[in-house]
Every structure is written in structure tokens, then in C-alpha cells.
């Protein structure tokens, strides 16, 4: 395996920080940007994110068109206080309200393709701490500049927040390490050079993401490197190290659903396309065990592991967006 | 002077359509961190977002002050000051994650002074929109150094090595809207440490305890007679000591703090209870030692000072109603360098010192447009007058 995409196709997020070329580039080319953020309950966090994206993005330099919040129906004011800062603010049950309703963050940014307008769509988790306007940029940059780039994907340093106002200077991305660096290692080699394949910000023109089916959960980042590399190659992925991000440090049970929706993605991906043979269909229940009063209980949460088709081959859609298949 | 003021309040809508800016950069500052003496990335995102905003020069002082600088239409008019302290009273390890609300902002830091910093920093991009021009140079300064152990030495620096007049400062505070101050007590701050031997054999019949003598030293300082005028006090504001609860302490300290209108007053109270401490150090046979922390002359502009007179009938004409008292903060520094000064706060703001501190959004408008509107007193010659 070579090494040429890793030296090739990684950047830091100061190779873009000239706003100024890059919204040069982007009227060159005469595209419109979208930025994304799924939540559910980021009520803590959402504002900060729209108010530094809206003031360094849109207001300062107009290198984004519009900010898009999809909701999975939060019950706390995540909601009214996006709407109080200036994002579009939708309920993803209410687009495309015919389809049968799913709930998760794949969900979300599947619908983000039918509602948003622009021509490169940015997805950034509403639920960072130190969030900063080069999340953005930093992603939107290789798009601009480099014309084989298709996708965005971005790496960190992980520090976790340890108690209520701590931090651990590394860690996170146990996930990777554990599941899917093994993984790309006995199937794709070539993919391990991606540093952080869950990174949950990305960027990607629209006639890719259109193209490619959208796991309702947590599969979704995993799916999408795995569709990207099989129809256009590794090539048209960029990565992008966006220096620190700060977020919450799951448990090791929820790490373990996580895991098992990613290993579903993978395994019914490699079973489709022939390189997997399984006698059986795979289970839809991960089964952990918490210890109850000296007696270990099982506790079994459903994870079907559902896909949206592209976006592409919805009717609507090529309606709206005037795509004649 | 008077149309100015009629004008002013409209000043207040305008500042407010550039308030994604302000609280970004309020926020860029705040999760930056600055604790005292280690403020070294905070002054380079300082130094970043003032270029980014155009200033005409960017710059730091050999102290390592940040500065920007918007050069005046007027060449030989002396520059005007606007300074924040950027050092905060929290650790770089700890997580500055501020949290906006639809009217709050809530974070470690922000009162004291983020809040001040990530307004002096919008200012260039005010100025731009608002399409104002000033006769003088407007220096704007991140000064460091200024908490607790860092004693004001980044502003001290600024001064000492600025070798041209001044025309006039505002120090910009977090909190509270109405404050204006003019004026500073002398003031010393001290520490008292009391040290035991732990060596078996030393020369004690019984271990005395460390937190007794401090108790001791207490009392004394609490015999001392302090006088009505010039006013004067002595604050015992800190105390830490001991191991556990049922271990003779060997080591204790004592914080304290000494005003005064009168710094003559200070220095004689600090003398007093520097021989409270050798007196009690030397009968006990303990190692007691008192030491400065920091401390500040006492200095003023009279309430009818041109620059306080027209500060406060900006504020009233804003609907803020002006509030004095004495300050320990940059103001006494360029005051005692006979520069006219004053210190406004920018809004409200509750749980001061702790990771809670919360600010109001809202009033922080009519703060900022007060601010601009002092500048723009002081670019008009308020502080020539004198």
C-alpha cells in the first residue's frame, strides 16, 4: 500500500484560512454553499455555532449561503434559540413527510440534501464545545481549490472532557481504533489512511452525496467513505486536520452500539457487493449485560440498520432540483 | 457636545446589527486561555482578529502587550488608550466552553474580562461600519500581567516604555453598566506564611501550630486603630493551612489586603503589621514571614474633571445612571502617570468568579455605544482642557 493519498490529500486547516481566495474561488465557480447541523437537545451548544458561523461565514465574508438546522424533535429549546440566532429550522419529520419516519443523525442529513440549495453541503455536529469557524472553512477549502475533490472529511486532536469542566489532553476515538482501523486493514488497506473515519464533520458536493444511500444512524460516516471509494476512488476524498475539538466522552456501552451499527454498515456492504458470503441474515439486537442487584441482566437494544436510497431516486427531489434520470 | 449626545442613543440599533461579530469574538477570546502569567495564546487570537479587522498597525510592546492601532486624521494629536486585561483567573486546563441563550452568555472568565477584551476587539469593525474617524491614533491594548501575582505589570510596562503624552484612557470592565470610576485607594496586598519545623528534635517544648500563629497575627492586625480620614482598611481575605483535622498544622498563609485613600496611610498600616509578624515570629520561635503581593498608589481626577463630567452625562444620556467607587484596576496606573482616565463596564452580569459567570446581551449595547461615545468626548479635547 502506498502512502501518496495520505501525503497528497491531507491538509491543515490553515492552507485555507485566506477567506477572502476562497470566496473569490467560489464566485468563480459561481456555487452556492450550504452548512448543515443536525441536533437533538443542543440547546447548549446550537447558538454558539450559528452565531460564530453566521458572523465569520456569512456576515464577514460571504463564503456560505445559508445555515440549515434539521431537528429530530428535541424537547429542550434547542429549537426556538436556533431560530432566535438566524438558521432555517426544520423538523425532519415535516420534510418529505410522505416517506415513513426515522429518527437519527444519518436521517437528518439525508433530508439536509432535499432541503438545503447549495452545491457543496456542509455537515457539522451541533454538539462541539470549542466550535470555531474553521470547521467550516477548513472543510469548504479543498472543495474550492482543488478540482478532483469531491469530499472533505476532517481529523483532530480529541482531547475528551473528563468531569464537568476538565479535559484530558488525549484520547476519544476508541471506535476507530478498536472497529474500524481493523476493519480497513483486513478489506481496504488503503483506507486506514484516514486518520479519523467517524469525524462527524465533513463536506461534499452535492452530486456525490446525492448519489450515495444514507444509514439512518450511526453507520452513516462509515457508509459514506466506503460508497465514495467504491464508485469514484480514493481520490476525490480529502482530509482535513481541523486541530482540537472538544466533546463529550461517551460510556463504553453506548461505544458498543455504536460499534455494532458500524460493523452491520460494513458487513451488509462487503455482503452485497460479493466480497462476504453469510449463510444467515445478521442479527438487529445488541445484547449487553448490567450487573442488577448482584445478578447480571441483559439489556438488549434494536439496531436494524436501516438506509435511505440516494437522494437522487427520489421523486420530489428531481422534481425540486429539475434532475431528469 | 450636546448634539452628540442627542445622537448617541441611535448609536445603540446601529451597534446592535454587528452583534454576530461581537459575541463571536467574545467567545473566540473567552474559550481562549489566559490565566495570569500564561496568556501567551490569548494575545496571538488578539493579535489575529485586530488584523483581521484592518486595524493600521498590529503589534506587541517588549512586555508582550497585544496592541492595535487605528492611526488618527490629525498627526500631532496624542493617541488615545482603550485597554482590557486580557489574564482571566482560571487555568488552561480548565474547558472555557461558554454557552449562548437567546439574551445570556454564560462561561468561566467572561465577566472578568473577556467580555471586555472581545468588545475592545470589535471596535475597529464598529468604527468601520459606523464610518467613524478620530483625530487621534486609537491604541487599543490587551494588557497582560494584571490579576492578583501579575500586578498590573503588563500596563505598568505599556506606560513606562510609551514615551509620547497621552491624550486620555478608558479601561474597559465586563461588568456592571453604570460603573464609573475615576479614581483608586492605595493599596497593598500582602501574604503572611508561617512555616514549622517538622524535624524531631527541634528546639520546641510543645509544636506550636501554624494556623494558632496566624490566629494570633489575626488578632493583632485586628487590634490595629485604623483611622475615619483618611479612610482605611485591612481586609482578611484569604487563609489556607494544615493537613487533616487531627494533625498539628506545620504550614499556614494568610492573605490580606490594606486601603487607603491615602497611600502614606497604607505603607504605615503594612509597617504595623510587619512588626506584628516579627514580634510574634520571634516569642514563638517560628519562621513568619510576610511578603507583597501587589500594590497600587492612591489617585484620582476630581468629579469635576471635564473628562468625568462629559463621561457621566453620556451614560445619562443613555438612560444608565453613573455609579463611583474606588478601583484597584489599570485606571490607577495611568492616573498616577497624570494621564485622565476612567473605567466603564460594558452590561450586567451574575456568579462573577465562578464557571456560571453569566452576562446580559442586551445592555451591552448601550455599554459599547457609552464607550464610543467617551472616545469620541475625549477625541474632542475633553482631556486638553486640563
Not at chain 1, 143 to 168: C, E, H, M, T, V
Not at chain 1, 230 to 253: C, F, S, Y
Not at chain 2, 155 to 166: A, C, D, E, F, G
Not at chain 2, 324 to 332: D, G, P
Request: one cysteine or more; charged letters at 25%.
Amino acid at each position: 500500500m502506498s502512502n501518496n493519498w495520505l501525503e497528497k490529500n491531507t491538509f491543515h486547516y490553515s492552507d485555507f484560512k485566506d477567506l477572502f481566495h476562497l470566496v473569490e474561488e467560489k464566485q468563480k465557480k459561481n456555487l452556492q454553499i450550504s452548512l448543515c447541523l443536525p441536533t437533538l437537545n443542543e440547546e447548549k451548544t446550537i447558538a454558539k455555532e450559528i452565531i460564530i458561523m453566521k458572523s465569520e461565514l456569512m456576515t464577514r465574508y460571504p463564503l456560505v449561503d445559508e445555515i440549515v438546522v434539521i431537528d429530530s424533535g428535541s424537547t429542550d429549546n434547542t429549537v426556538e434559540i436556533a431560530k432566535s440566532f438566524g438558521a432555517d429550522v426544520y423538523d425532519a419529520n415535516q420534510i418529505l413527510p410522505h416517506l415513513e419516519k426515522f429518527k437519527g443523525k444519518g436521517e437528518n442529513l439525508w433530508k439536509a440534501l432535499y432541503i438545503t440549495k447549495g452545491d457543496i453541503i456542509v455537515y457539522i455536529d451541533a454538539d462541539i464545545k470549542n466550535i470555531h469557524h474553521r470547521f467550516a472553512y477548513g472543510l469548504i477549502g479543498p472543495l474550492l481549490l482543488y478540482d478532483q475533490i469531491k469530499y472533505a472529511k476532517a481529523f483532530y486532536d480529541r482531547p475528551i472532557s473528563i468531569g464537568k469542566n476538565k479535559i484530558r489532553p488525549t484520547g476519544g476515538g476508541r471506535v476507530t481504533e478498536l472497529v474500524i482501523r481493523p476493519l480497513f486493514s483486513l478489506f481496504f488497506p488503503e483506507l486506514t489512511q484516514i486518520l479519523q473515519p467517524l469525524s462527524g464533520e465533513y463536506a461534499g458536493y452535492r452530486e456525490v452525496l446525492e448519489k450515495l444511500p444514507f444509514p439512518i444512524g450511526y453507520g452513516v460516516e462509515t457508509s459514506m467513505i466506503l460508497d465514495i471509494y467504491e464508485k469514484w476512488g480514493l481520490d476525490v476524498i480529502a482530509q482535513v486536520d481541523l486541530d482540537r475539538r472538544i466533546h463529550r466522552n461517551q460510556d463504553t456501552k453506548a461505544l458498543g452500539r455504536m460499534s455494532f451499527a458500524i460493523l452491520k454498515t460494513f458487513i451488509n456492504r462487503q455482503k452485497r457487493s460479493g466480497l462476504i458470503d453469510l449463510k444467515n441474515n445478521l442479527y438487529d439486537e445488541i445484547i449487553q449485560y448490567n450487573l442488577v442487584d448482584s445478578q447480571y441482566q441483559p439489556a438488549v437494544s434494536k439496531i436494524i440498520g436501516l438506509e435511505r436510497p440516494p437522494m437522487i431516486e427520489i421523486p420530489e427531489y428531481c422534481e425540486k432540483f429539475n434532475i431528469k434520470n | 457636545m450636546d448634539k452628540f449626545l442627542e445622537n448617541l442613543p441611535t448609536l445603540v440599533d446601529e451597534i446592535k446589527a454587528l452583534k454576530d461579530i461581537i459575541i463571536t469574538n467574545i467567545v473566540l477570546i473567552g474559550q481562549t486561555p489566559a490565566p495570569t502569567f500564561k496568556e501567551k495564546r490569548r494575545g496571538i487570537v488578539f493579535m489575529e482578529r485586530m488584523a483581521e479587522f484592518g486595524v493600521d498597525e498590529v503589534t506587541t510592546d517588549g512586555y508582550r502587550n497585544p496592541i492595535g492601532i487605528i492611526r488618527g486624521t490629525s498627526p500631532d494629536k496624542p493617541p488615545i488608550f482603550v485597554v482590557a486585561h486580557l489574564d482571566t483567573f482560571f487555568d488552561k486546563d480548565i474547558v472555557l466552553n461558554y454557552t449562548i441563550k437567546e439574551n445570556t452568555i454564560t462561561g468561566p472568565g467572561i465577566l472578568d474580562n473577556s467580555l471586555g477584551v472581545g468588545v475592545l476587539l470589535s471596535l475597529p469593525i464598529i468604527f468601520k461600519k459606523l464610518g467613524m474617524t478620530f483625530e487621534s491614533d486609537i491604541v487599543l491594548a490587551g494588557t497582560i500581567q494584571s490579576i492578583g501575582k501579575g500586578n498590573l505589570r503588563g500596563v505598568r510596562h505599556l506606560l513606562k516604555t510609551w514615551t509620547t503624552p497621552i491624550r486620555g484612557s478608558i479601561c474597559i470592565e465586563g461588568v456592571d453598566l453604570g460603573r464609573l470610576n475615576y479614581f483608586s485607594d492605595g493599596m497593598i496586598r500582602g501574604e503572611i506564611s508561617c512555616s514549622i519545623s517538622e524535624e524531631k528534635g527541634a528546639m520546641h517544648t510543645y509544636t506550636p501550630n501554624a494556623i494558632l500563629i496566624l490566629n494570633e497575627v489575626i488578632n493583632g492586625i485586628m487590634r490595629l486603630s485604623l483611622p475615619q480620614r483618611p479612610r482605611s482598611r485591612v481586609v482578611v481575605g484569604k487563609i489556607s493551612g494544615g493537613a487533616n483535622h487531627g494533625k498539628i498544622a506545620y504550614d499556614a498563609t494568610l492573605g490580606f489586603e490594606i486601603r487607603s485613600d491615602s497611600y502614606k496611610m497604607v505603607k504605615s498600616t503594612y509597617n504595623d503589621i510587619k512588626e506584628i509578624v516579627d514580634g510574634i515570629g520571634h516569642e514563638n520561635e517560628v519562621d513568619l514571614n510576610i511578603k507583597t503581593i501587589s500594590n497600587l498608589k492612591a489617585a484620582r481626577l476630581k468629579f469635576n474633571h471635564p473628562l468625568v463630567k462629559s463621561t457621566a452625562a453620556i451614560l445619562k444620556s443613555l438612560g444608565i445612571k453613573p455609579t463611583s467607587k474606588s478601583t484597584e484596576s489599570a485606571l490607577s496606573i495611568f492616573l498616577s502617570r497624570n494621564i485622565p482616565s476612567v473605567t466603564l463596564g460594558i452590561t450586567y452580569g451574575e456568579y462573577h468568579y465562578t464557571n456560571k459567570a453569566t452576562m446580559e446581551i442586551e445592555p451591552m449595547f448601550k455599554g459599547i455605544a457609552q464607550l464610543i461615545g467617551v472616545i469620541k468626548a475625549i477625541d474632542g479635547g475633553v482631556c486638553d482642557e486640563q
